[in-house]
């Protein structure tokens, strides 16, 4: 059973920074592509980035890409999401997510495309 538990959510000012773990527990981590995706209220959730099981890959929605950097430490078993200078619009639920299944240089970019979800980590950028 694959568990994924994020954590590193809160309340930054606009223009600061903040990084969200994503520990991944169960299976094999190597074989994960991973991903993070982001949901605010009334919205659908959202893909904001993406890294290859080898790790040499990345894919960013557009809408993050030069401010958020996405890596994975296999010693660890975790993956990371660094978000800088963040935006009132970045406020959202952030969910970290893994799947099986794909080549190691690919970066699964579509919500249906994942398999195991995290519990979502709150993060709040205030104006």
């Known amino acids: 059973q694959v568990q994924l538990a994020e954590s590193g959510g809160g309340l930054v000012q606009a223009g600061g920074s903040l990084r969200l773990s994503c520990a991944v527990s169960g299976g094999t981590f190597n074989s994960y592509p991973m991903g993070w995706f982001r949901q605010a209220p009334g919205k659908e959730r959202e893909f904001v980035a993406a890294i290859s099981r080898s790790g040499a890959v990345t894919s960013y929605a557009d809408s993050v890409k030069g401010r958020f950097t996405i890596s994975r430490d296999s010693a660890k078993n975790t993956v990371y999401l660094q978000m800088n200078s963040l935006k009132p619009e970045d406020t959202a639920v952030y969910y970290c997510?893994?799947?099986?299944?794909?080549?190691?240089?690919?970066?699964?970019?579509?919500?249906?495309?994942?398999?195991?979800w995290g519990q979502g980590a709150q993060v709040t950028v205030s104006s």
């Open positions: 997510a893994a799947t099986l299944g794909y080549t190691y240089s690919y970066t699964p970019d579509q919500k249906d495309q994942y398999r195991y």
